[in-house]
């Protein structure tokens, strides 16, 4: 069984402050990653993935999230926060040998503030 | 941006009618997903595709049904429409069912059941 658990259902920042979007994994076998992006009144796009190469991975608009198997986490962080980064933003996990079909948590809101 | 489509967009019906909403790529993907999104629940998967003729349910399927006659559609169908179905409703696809594929989102149908 995988789950994904996004802690806080609103951030709120503001601009040019740090955005740390939280996200932790269960998953029985080893993971495949990913954050998505929604803005309002559109479908998910992904922002950054994790397949098992780099722990680092960057992804697009300036965000990065770091896997930590020892703490089963994936978060998702951008130095600067942008007036465009409000949005929705969903952790999803899927295994190799698992179900091959993502999870998705429950998402955060991310709201900037001027 | 992949090309997917859905239709129709917004939808208002009444309980009890029954509703057909369509999904339509042009990519060619194998894989085919219906999700609805609820506030506070995320993304849960209905039913999914991975060929003609070949569907499956998902987590939350009770009360829909699927088809899948040619490659590029992808019909849900809600027999009898009921007030808990009032969602947004997302297809998504992917080239192949690797664990490690990202999915391609449609811009998603609001669906209101009064």
């Known amino acids: 069984a995988q789950s994904v658990t996004q802690l806080g259902s609103h951030v709120s920042v503001s601009e040019g402050a740090l955005v740390l979007l939280r996200c932790n994994y269960s998953?029985?076998?080893?993971?495949?990653l990913f954050w998505y992006v929604q803005y309002p009144n559109q479908g998910l796009q992904l922002l950054l993935k994790?397949?098992?190469?780099?722990?680092l991975v960057k992804g697009i608009n300036g965000f990065e999230a770091e896997f930590k198997k020892s703490e089963t986490s994936f978060h998702l962080t951008k130095p600067s926060a942008h007036m465009s980064d409000a949005a929705e933003y969903f952790c999803?996990?899927?295994?190799?040998?698992?179900?091959?079909?993502?999870?998705f948590g429950r998402g955060t809101s991310l709201i900037v503030h001027p | 941006d992949a090309g997917i489509t859905q239709s129709p967009r917004h939808k208002v019906t009444e309980t009890g009618t029954p509703v057909t909403l369509r999904c339509h790529q042009t990519?060619?993907?194998?894989?085919m997903y219906w999700y609805r999104q609820d506030p506070g629940h995320g993304l849960r998967l209905i039913h999914y595709?991975?060929?003609?003729?070949?569907?499956d349910k998902g987590e939350v399927s009770d009360g829909y049904s699927v088809s899948r006659s040619k490659t590029e559609d992808f019909l849900l169908t809600l027999e009898s429409a009921t007030s808990s179905q009032t969602s947004v409703y997302f297809c998504?696809?992917?080239?192949?069912?690797?664990?490690?594929?990202?999915?391609?989102f449609g811009p998603g149908t609001r669906l209101t059941v009064l």
């Open positions: 999803a996990v899927s295994s190799a040998g698992g179900s091959y079909i993502p999870t």
């Open positions: 998953s029985s076998v080893p993971p495949y």
């Open positions: 994790y397949t098992s190469a780099a722990t």
């Open positions: 990519e060619n993907h194998r894989y």
């Open positions: 595709s991975y060929g003609v003729k070949d569907t």
């Open positions: 998504a696809i992917t080239s192949s069912g690797g664990a490690g594929n990202e999915q391609f």
